[in-house]
């Protein structure tokens, strides 16, 4: 069985002895990329900084590689994890080069290796050019791509990520999500905290966990969510306005394309017998008919949507 890299137990963090910023998280990460996901003021960077020490939570545990991270092996747990805040900053006066030999000697890392693993990282990261070259003077892009061969200097087994193409310009973003897909073939796992959700959805996350005001609403695997929330995503060709209207009742949403309608449906079965009676009624050819999952942004937004009803329901209680 498969041994949780995270693993948080009734985590809550209150400012003021009135805020509730996180408020009793149960998330439990694998081995891989694992989406941390929520709107603005969710509780995720109060989350990430408890996780990686600089906040003491008000109650709750905190396990990394099974581990509680405030007991005598902090020290060493600590030097299994790279950090990337959202918006990082750096001595800007340094080089790339430079930067990452105070990193390593940190580290106590021996000079030749130090050495080797820079020339290996800058590569990684595609700055080898630029490795002479003040901090201060990178752009948005370069800044996070150093970020991330910061954070790997010691070859941490696990990275934690906040926000980190938040900053970036399309180019950006795709280059970070490969490179991102690339350590994770390497054998890093990856808590990445973002509002971004098409990117999560493109990095393949195996596993995401949605939190709101603080708490945890689903967590999973992209198909265990679907199934948990029993919506289909169908794909019907062509956009008939017959069609469309004989659906409204029976559907929660419909997307309008130029030939085809998306809708999000709980009865695949109900939505398929309405559109062969309809369509042998009307004499509509239906050129297709494909169900398939919920896509991240689509999980994400029924998960909060399920969400404040429940809390709606409990409010009327």
Do not use: C
Not at 112 to 140: C, G, H, N, P
């Amino acid at each position: 069985m498969k041994s949780p890299i995270i693993q948080t137990f009734d985590l809550t963090k209150i400012f003021d002895n009135q805020t509730v910023a996180v408020n009793k998280l149960n998330i439990t990460v694998y081995k891989g990329i694992y989406g941390f996901l929520g709107p603005n003021g969710a509780g995720k960077t109060t989350t990430i900084k408890m996780l990686i020490g600089s906040l003491y939570p008000t109650s709750g545990r905190i396990e990394l590689f099974g581990k509680d991270i405030f007991s005598k092996d902090k020290v060493k747990i600590h030097t299994l994890i790279g950090y990337v805040p959202e918006n990082p900053t750096y001595f800007l006066g340094m080089t790339a080069e430079r930067l990452l030999e105070f990193i390593g000697s940190v580290f106590h890392m021996p000079k030749q290796e130090i050495k080797t693993r820079i020339s290996y990282l800058l590569k990684l990261v595609d700055l080898t050019d630029a490795r002479y070259r003040v901090i201060a003077k990178y752009s948005a892009g370069m800044k996070q791509r150093i970020g991330i061969a910061q954070a790997l200097m010691n070859d941490p087994e696990l990275l934690i990520l906040d926000e980190i193409t938040s900053n970036l310009d399309p180019l950006g973003r795709n280059q970070m999500i490969e490179l991102l897909k690339d350590l994770r073939q390497e054998g890093k796992t990856m808590l990445i905290s973002t509002h971004v959700l098409p990117e999560i959805q493109k990095m393949n996350a195996d596993s995401i966990g949605i939190i709101d005001l603080g708490h945890l609403i689903m967590e999973g695997t992209i198909q265990e969510l679907n199934e948990r929330l029993g919506t289909k995503l169908i794909r019907i060709n062509p956009n008939n306005e017959i069609i469309r209207r004989s659906l409204e009742p029976i559907v929660s949403k419909i997307t309008e394309e130029p030939d085809s309608l998306i809708i999000e449906a709980d009865n695949l079965e109900q939505v398929w017998k309405t559109i062969a009676e309809i369509s042998l009624k009307n004499n509509i050819v239906v050129n297709e008919f494909r169900s398939s999952g919920l896509e991240i942004e689509q999980i994400f937004m029924k998960a909060l949507e399920k969400e404040n009803k429940n809390m709606e329901l409990k409010d009327v209680e």
